[in-house]
């Protein structure tokens, strides 16, 4: 099984910045299949473009633009490529890197996928961080990290509160329904609970309210289609469930600390 050091990706690297303890690169994936292999540090990939199928021992992801894996160290996983172009964002963990903010790193097990918005809209803020390279980055690509960390809730961090099974088949709802028009009434009939409860209890699981984080997900589905530069911005505010593009523009600037002209720029830069 091949053993890949710092920095090492299979595919054409488009930049790799190396700061004390983190490594981010910039990759296309040009292999149709890699076989088993693993690598030496714990490790973030994004996707901002195509698509790519991972397994590992446990289990298979089937991940597109905008899908989010973490990874721990030496975790043995393959990678197949589908027909297209898919290019991914790496953020390299070092363990002398935890070590230094006594955050434990074997807390981490195995490779798990992320879905939280929160934590993608952090994962763009660090690609964004990436392409500026200044004498900022180092700082700020620190403090990303540590407020990533924080929203994923690891290392020394309390434990997440229970979240009861309400909440759970909610997130899924929204997941897959984001783009249509909810009412509290039909969402409480679908969870079995009155809307009391289910507006007064929504922020407590989801940290904010229930109209924000529908918008938070459909801004989190328009970063994923920004590459694509077959769709205007007007297709993709109508494709995120958005009522125009002024609606999407307010929303997107409301999540994000850019525009999607900006971001679109961005992604598509270094291809």
């Known amino acids: 099984m091949k053993y890949l050091q710092t920095g090492s990706f299979y595919g054409q690297t488009n930049q790799t910045i190396c700061l004390k303890g983190i490594t981010l690169t910039d990759t296309?994936?040009?292999?149709?299949?890699?076989?088993?292999?693993?690598?030496?540090?714990?490790?973030?990939?994004?996707?901002?473009?195509?698509?790519?199928?991972?397994?590992?021992?446990?289990?298979?992801?089937?991940?597109?633009?905008?899908?989010?894996?973490?990874?721990?160290?030496?975790?043995?996983?393959?990678?197949i490529k589908p027909k297209g172009f898919t290019r991914g964002f790496h953020i390299e963990l070092q363990k002398n890197w935890f070590d230094g903010f006594d955050l434990q790193q074997d807390k981490i097990q195995g490779s798990f996928t992320i879905n939280d918005p929160d934590v993608k809209f952090l994962l763009y803020r660090l690609f964004k961080e990436s392409k500026i390279d200044d004498e900022v980055t180092a700082l700020s690509v620190e403090a990303l990290l540590l407020q990533t960390l924080v929203k994923m809730q690891v290392g020394k961090l309390s434990p997440p509160q229970q979240v009861p099974l309400w909440a759970k088949k909610l997130k899924e709802i929204l997941a897959d329904e984001f783009t249509q028009k909810h009412t509290l009434d039909h969402l409480s009939a679908q969870l079995q609970i009155h809307p009391v409860h289910l507006s007064r209890d929504f922020s407590k699981y989801f940290n904010c309210n229930l109209g924000e984080y529908i918008r938070?997900?459909?801004?989190?589905?328009?970063?994923?289609?920004?590459?694509?530069?077959?769709?205007?911005?007007t297709d993709i505010a109508f494709r995120c469930g958005f009522a125009d593009q002024s609606h999407f523009l307010r929303s997107f600037k409301q999540f994000s600390d850019g525009n999607p002209s900006a971001y679109r720029k961005l992604l598509t830069r270094a291809c």
């Open 28 to 79: 296309e994936y040009t292999h149709d299949k890699v076989d088993w292999h693993y690598h030496e540090n714990a490790y973030f990939t994004f996707i901002l473009a195509g698509n790519v199928i991972e397994g590992n021992k446990k289990e298979i992801y089937n991940c597109s633009a905008g899908s989010l894996l973490f990874h721990n160290w030496q975790d043995p996983h393959y990678n």
């Open 216 to 233: 938070k997900l459909r801004v989190e589905r328009s970063f994923s289609l920004l590459h694509d530069h077959h769709l205007s911005l």
